[in-house]
Structures are given as C-alpha cells and as structure tokens.
C-alpha cells in the first residue's frame, strides 16, 4: 500500500516508484541518521576538496554543515528493501532565503539529495527530488557547488536566483510568480 505522501510522489514525477522502494520520513523511525549523514559525506567530499571549501578538513566540515541545518522532521529516504539507498535532507530556508527574497509563500531547501550509486537510474532520485511539492510546499530553494557539475540538470526545471563564488543558488517554484532576475551562468 502507497502513503499519501508516495502516491503524490507518483502524481508530481508523472511515474511510478519501482515495488520495492518506499519513501519515508526519518523521525520516528529506526534508520540510523549518522549513516545517513555519511553516506552524504562521501558523496560530496570530492567536488567539496576541489572546491576548496573547508580546506582544513573538508569532510568534518560538510558533516557539521549538514547536521546545523537538518531538519530531519521533514528530511526523507528511499528503502528498497531493508536498506536505505538514498535520502533527500531538507530544512527551513536559512541563509540562502536572501537569494529566494522574491519568492512568496512557504519554502524548503534541499541540503543534499543523494541516491547511493548502485540504485541510479530506477526514478528513486526523481521521486525524492519531487519530495517538497509533493508535501505541499510553493518552493524549494538549494545550493548546489559548481564542482559538482550538474547545474545543467537542475535548471532543467528550477531557475538559477543567485551564485556565490563556489555555490550556485537554484529555485523551484510550485505556486506562485517565478523569480523575475537570475544571473547568467558563464557559458
Ligand atoms: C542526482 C541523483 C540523486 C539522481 O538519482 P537517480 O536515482 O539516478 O535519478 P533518477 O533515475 O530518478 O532520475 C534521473 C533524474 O535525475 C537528474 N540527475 C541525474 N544526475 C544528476 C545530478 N548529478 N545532479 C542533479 N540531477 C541529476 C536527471 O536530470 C533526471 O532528471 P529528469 O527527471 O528531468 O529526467 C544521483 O545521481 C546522485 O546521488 N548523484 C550524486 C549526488 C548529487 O550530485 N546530488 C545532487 C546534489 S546538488
């Protein structure tokens, strides 16, 4: 049986989850959040180390960014299975609603959608990603490391509001007017 929650997953993506893979929230259940958190850790310590960001030591700092602004109320995993194979940190906007002053309503930020590399491509990133609209949210504001190399993917459907010197700053908006000024990204 689907929740609410998956089936406006399945409404939103326009596809539907594979059997095996449940979407669920974090609190209240037994998934462990550090393995969560590392399992994020690993993923973006590559493009964290070429960016130059934290150059101490660019794990602990990724780490400490991620646990300051959680909000595991609203974060969610994929399962397949018995195994959790991918989440999507959420939290109330912070800092980057400078950049998301244009946008009316009530928004998220995604912190850090991962999907682990061996159940890529089966729609578990797309259903996460589509998590915020599907709980009824107007937007969802990120930031995403240009090292990371994949703002072509994001502005495939959100809209880039703002650049810092290593980050670009995208939105997605569900309700309401779009944000009227975005830099360009240098070709
Ligand atoms: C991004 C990611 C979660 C996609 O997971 P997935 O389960 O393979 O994705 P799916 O098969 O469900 O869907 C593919 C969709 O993801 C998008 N996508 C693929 N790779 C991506 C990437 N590196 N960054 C952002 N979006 C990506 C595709 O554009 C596609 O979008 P569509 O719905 O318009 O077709 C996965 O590739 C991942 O964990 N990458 C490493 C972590 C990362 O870079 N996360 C984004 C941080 S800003």
């Known amino acids: ?41 690993r993923e973006f310590l590559p493009a964290t180390i070429s960016s130059g960001r934290w150059q101490e030591d660019p794990a602990s700092g990724i780490r400490q960014d991620l646990l300051s602004s959680v909000d595991w109320s609203l974060s969610m995993v994929a399962v397949r299975g018995d195994a959790v194979v991918g989440c999507y940190l ?23 959608l991962v999907v682990l590399k061996s159940h890529r491509g089966f729609g578990i990133g797309r259903a996460l990603r589509a998590v915020p609209e599907a709980m009824g949210f107007d937007y969802v504001v990120g930031t995403h490391l240009k090292t990371l ?29 779009l944000p009227v000024s975005s830099p360009q990204p240098a070709p």
Do not use: K, Q, Y
């Not at 539907?16 to 590392?38: A, H, K, N, Q, Y």
């Open 90 to 112: 959420l939290s109330r906007p912070g800092d980057v609603n400078a950049a998301a002053a244009e946008l009316s309503g009530t928004g998220v930020e995604g912190l850090a």
């Open 1 to 41: 049986m689907r929740t609410e929650l998956e089936n406006r997953i399945e409404t939103v993506t326009g596809t539907v989850l594979p059997d095996d893979v449940r979407i669920v929230g974090i609190e209240g259940t037994d998934i462990i959040r550090s393995e969560v958190i590392e399992a994020c850790v």
């Open 149 to 177: 190399g994949n703002l072509d993917h994001w502005l495939r459907r959100r809209h880039l509001i703002g650049e810092e010197d290593d980050m670009w700053i995208t939105a997605e908006v569900f309700n309401g007017p």
